[in-house]
Structures are given as C-alpha cells and as structure tokens.
C-alpha cells in the first residue's frame, strides 16, 4: 500500500438553526443555499468514502479494518476510525445533547486505543458573539427531578450550568454531561468515533417544544437517564508556544480522547510535522501546500485531510492557520532529529 493524504466526501445538514457562517466567515465553498447547521468533515460513517487516488471510493471503516496500524498508529486496533471532525454553526441556539460515560477500555486493545464509548468531546469556538455562551454539565444541587422539570420547561438555563464562551477557547465535555451551544458561535468540534448514540432533545425553538409531548417527554427521560452530575465540562484557552520559525504552536487540549493543536504565522512558512498516529488537518485561513513523500497537493479553505499514520512527517507551505487533530500523548518516542521547537511523541509532534 502506497499511502498519501486522504480528501473525504463530505455532507453538510440544512437546517435553520445554523446559518451560513461556515461559508461566510470560513470561506467554505459547495454548500448548499440557505441555512447550513454543519458540514461533517471526517467520520466512520459509511458514506465517508475517500474522494480522489487509487483509494478513491474506499471508506475509513474499511482502511480501519484492513490497515489499522497504517492508518491509526502502531498497535492501535479498533472497529471504527477514532476521530470525527464538523465544522458546526451555532447561530441558532442548538439542541441539548449529552452523550455516555466512558464504558473502560476494550480487552486486548492496543495502547493507542481509547476507551470504548469514550464520548469526551473537544469544541474550539472559531467565532463567537459578544457574551456568547455554552451551556454544559448540570448546576450544583440538580438532581433528576430538577433537571427534568428543568428540561421539559425548555428553561435550560436553571439546571445547566453557563460557560461564557469566546473566540480562541476550546471546550471540553466529558460523557455523561449534558450540553448545547449557540446562539452566536461557530464551533470545530472533534470527537472520538463511537458506536454509543448521543441522547438528544427535539428541536424546535431552542430544545423542543415544551408541555406533554410524548416524544418530548421520552427524549427529556433519555437525556436525563444519560446524565452524570459529576460530569463538567471545562473551559480552556490554548497555551502557546512560538517556535523560531515563525509558527504559534497553540496546544488547545491533549486527551483524555483526542488531542487539538492550532498552528499560525503572520508570513507565509515552510514547516516540517512529524507524527506517530493518524492526523486531521483542518484549515482555516488561505490555501496551504501540503507535501508528503507520495503526494504534494493543496488544503483549500474550510477544507481538511486525513494523515495516515504510515506517512510519517508532512510538509506544510503558507500562511498557516490550521488545525491539527490527533490521539492524545501517549508516550515518548526517542527521535534524532525532531524539527525544531518541536519534541516527537507516539501521536503528536508538540511544540515545547
């Protein structure tokens, strides 16, 4: 197998609660007219099928099943690809989601293979209005009763707890805690793949429509059935560190499930990544060189690509503002000539 950078198709969900920021503020181009919620650009959905090379109509489920560790990293296994990455626009304020609590990790799987149904979830808000806010985890002192009474009066305010939000913060939600975003953000969001379905409210104004709706009622009782009151989310700015050659590594989270880091210059650069483990590239400013020993293409705006693990290093060429999703640290791994400002780790580059 002669691997290279993997474009996906992609699939975008219109919907008014969103609205068109991912075109407009992101620059992102083929969606459809009207309000756009969001554009999933990575999954293990069967229909995120490689786009172009000789892999072209292959899904990641199958290159998971018949090249784990080419594609993931070394000894990783598992039956789904472990990142899912959307661009999502909260212009309107969104449903109430929570997902399950880390179920323990599977048996036999590899050091790289994070727990089963582990639905730690990382949010990095690209834009954000003046007092925008997240709502997530459930206020001291809720306990089921108040939260489905909370629920089922759409008054999601009095029973979760308000995370102000701003452009540049990276929020992370464990499972078990219940979350919305909006109105007013544009949000990255990056999760582990996982068969465990989410426990979402209907829409309908902000969560649903309040009153005796059964399927309203059973959606509050699947939401509240999912929720842990010790789960809480955390707010979190990047920590920079800026390297000699003109690039801002900004570290935004490193695990428990994945690992987020935003690379920036103000100049056009030449940079050099290594990595263990898989990576997603997801830009966010003009058009990047992206150069591996078997390939040498451009990322274009709102636009990402899939590393495989068995490439190795890339070559990144512009004025970058990207994204780079990856597994978390998981060890150290002796190299004898990392690029500079940089410290190679099984899963990362990171910059120190």
């Given at each position: 197998?002669i691997w290279?950078p993997?474009?996906?198709?992609t699939s975008?969900?219109?919907?008014d609660?969103g ?7 992101l620059?992102?181009s083929g969606l459809?007219d009207?309000?756009?919620?969001d554009?999933?650009?990575v999954?293990?959905?069967a229909?995120?099928?490689v786009?172009?090379?000789?892999l ?6 199958t ?21 899912s ?8 304020a ?11 990790r599977?048996?036999?799987a ?8 582990d ?7 690209l834009a954000?209005?003046?007092g925008?806010s997240a709502w997530c ?5 809720t306990d089921?009763?108040a939260l489905?009474?909370?629920l ?9 707890r308000t ?5 540049g ?8 805690a219940?979350?919305c975003f909006?109105p007013?953000?544009l949000?990255?969001?990056i ?9 979402s ?7 649903g429509s ?7 009622r059973?959606?509050?009782e699947?939401?509240v059935?999912a ?7 955390t707010?979190?700015g ?8 003109g690039?801002r590594?900004?570290?935004?989270c490193?695990?428990?499930?994945v ?12 940079v050099l990544r290594?990595?263990?483990?898989v990576?997603?590239l ?5 058009p990047?060189?992206?150069r ?9 705006r709102?636009r990402?690509?899939?590393l ?21 640290t ?16 099984a899963?990362r580059?990171?910059?120190?």
């Amino acid at each position: 197998m002669i691997w290279y950078p993997l474009r996906l198709a992609t699939s975008s969900r219109s919907d008014d609660l969103g609205g068109r920021a991912i075109a407009d503020v992101l620059g992102r181009s083929g969606l459809p007219d009207g309000p756009v919620l969001d554009s999933s650009e990575v999954s293990d959905d069967a229909g995120a099928l490689v786009s172009e090379g000789v892999l072209a109509g292959t899904s990641l489920r199958t290159l998971v099943a018949e090249h784990p560790e080419e594609l993931v990293g070394p000894g990783w296994r598992g039956d789904r690809f472990p990142l899912s990455v959307t661009f999502v626009d909260g212009s309107g304020a969104l449903p109430v989601h929570v997902r399950p609590a880390a179920a323990g990790r599977r048996a036999g799987a590899g050091a790289g293979t994070p727990p089963e149904d582990d639905a730690t979830g990382t949010w990095h808000v690209l834009a954000a209005a003046s007092g925008a806010s997240a709502w997530c985890g459930v206020r001291e002192g809720t306990d089921a009763d108040a939260l489905r009474a909370g629920l089922l009066a759409d008054d999601v305010g009095s029973v979760l707890r308000t995370l102000p939000v701003s452009a540049g913060d990276t929020v992370l939600v464990p499972g078990g805690a219940p979350h919305c975003f909006g109105p007013g953000t544009l949000l990255y969001e990056i999760q582990p793949g996982t068969t465990a379905p989410a426990a979402s409210l209907l829409r309908g104004g902000r969560h649903g429509s309040p009153g005796d709706d059964p399927e309203r009622r059973a959606a509050v009782e699947a939401v509240v059935r999912a929720t842990r009151a010790d789960a809480q989310a955390t707010v979190r700015g990047a920590v920079a560190a800026a390297g000699d050659d003109g690039v801002r590594r900004l570290v935004c989270c490193d695990g428990p499930s994945v690992g987020l880091q935003r690379w920036r210059s103000a100049a056009p650069v030449t940079v050099l990544r290594r990595f263990a483990s898989v990576q997603v590239l997801s830009n966010l400013g003009d058009p990047v060189r992206v150069r591996t020993s078997t390939w040498d293409g451009e990322l274009g705006r709102a636009r990402s690509l899939v590393l495989p693990a068995a490439l190795g290093r890339v070559h990144l060429q512009g004025r970058l503002d990207l994204l780079i999703g990856h597994l978390p640290t998981l060890r150290a791994t002796p190299r004898s000539a990392s690029a500079p400002g940089e410290v190679a780790v099984a899963g990362r580059s990171s910059a120190r």
